[in-house]
């Protein structure tokens, strides 16, 4: 077993030297090098938030303390801080021109391609604070959304313009309420109504859900299947489902076979079919909506207080299943159900889970950040302590 001392970890990226990169609050950056068993170290007591890569190789870090923004090099031998004094920095994106955005505390910074110029945001109306959320749509668009609610804002520099959404207040997250089409259409869901802004993103179109998506705890997904179908995960409701094609609205409920009413992970296997994760347990709808099997809380071997919040497809027919503390391992081909816990030292729950270019499974677990290895069923560990988020990006 091999234990790596990063604590309070808050942003991964994986290179395409296959190097796992960590940013920490107030423990430094740490460079893990698994191929040629190196690990790097750059101490500091900065608040990093967000680490992510511009289309030239380099790295940049954000971190919410009074110091703003880094840059490393890909070869991870300079870190220096880039000449810029904002403060309290919480994100960061790198648009397909390769301009980096910043979202901070109270403003929104672009730095242009050559490094050499950055740009304030700045409009009468522009009232948009702590950035959350940023996102580039196919038109090239950047939006933006804040922690705690306010305005949706669409942003096009090249056109010097800002576009509000007001009517989506108390917190839109860019995650799990909106999502684009590849027809350009962008939806934004919100308690018993779905908007549509249509290509040209001059007309809302506005329907009627009439489900609960937003609840105290939990943001219901959205998902866009193989077949141009929109899935709208609710709290209480089941499933809805928008032929996007058309405007017609099929609801999914304990009529129909449905085992959980609130829905908190989407997700379409290799198969076709659609898995829907709740608080009951794990619902599987074939490909034709013609039949609905499901998995309980209690095959899981989850708690009563333990809701079905992550799966992820690991290989064809193989699952990961996240459900309260450690996880299961679910093989549709072979019927087989491996539950991973207390046996392996897991006392804790799967947050994310990632696959590198060599085939190794990484899985963020609240206690650690784990290598799993399917072929064995083996698990290894390597950060004893708290992974919040695991996220790759690799090099474009």
Known sequence: MHIYPYTAIESLLLDEEGRIWTVSDKQGINILDIANNRAYHYASEENYMEIFMDHEGLYWVVSSSNSGIFQIDYNASTIKQYPLSIKQCVTGLTDKENNIWIGTQDKIVVIDQSRSYYKTLEWDDFNINWI????????????????????????????DSVYYLREFTGGTDLSGQFIEDNSQNIYISRNNLLSILNPEETMIKKVPINS??????????????????????????GILLKDLNDLDIQYLDKSNGLMNLETWEIMESSSGETWLGGYIGIDII?????????????????SNNDDIQFFKELNDGIYCVGAGVGFDLINTRQKKLTRYSNEQQIDSGVNDLMIDDQGVYWLALNKGLYQFDLNHGTLKIINEKEVKYLVMRLKM
Do not use: F
């Not at 105290?216 to 929109?230: A, E, G, K, S």
């Open 132 to 159: 959350t959320g940023l996102y580039e749509d196919k038109n090239a668009n950047i939006w933006a959304t804040n922690w705690g609610g306010g305005n949706i804002a669409k942003i096009n520099i090249a056109k």
């Open 212 to 237: 609960v998506v937003i609840s105290t705890w939990q943001i219901c997904p959205l998902y866009i299947d193989d077949r141009n179908v929109l899935w709208i995960g609710t709290d209480g409701r």
């Open 286 to 302: 074939s490909k034709d909506k013609s039949q609905i099997k499901t998995i309980t809380r209690s095959m899981l071997r989850a």
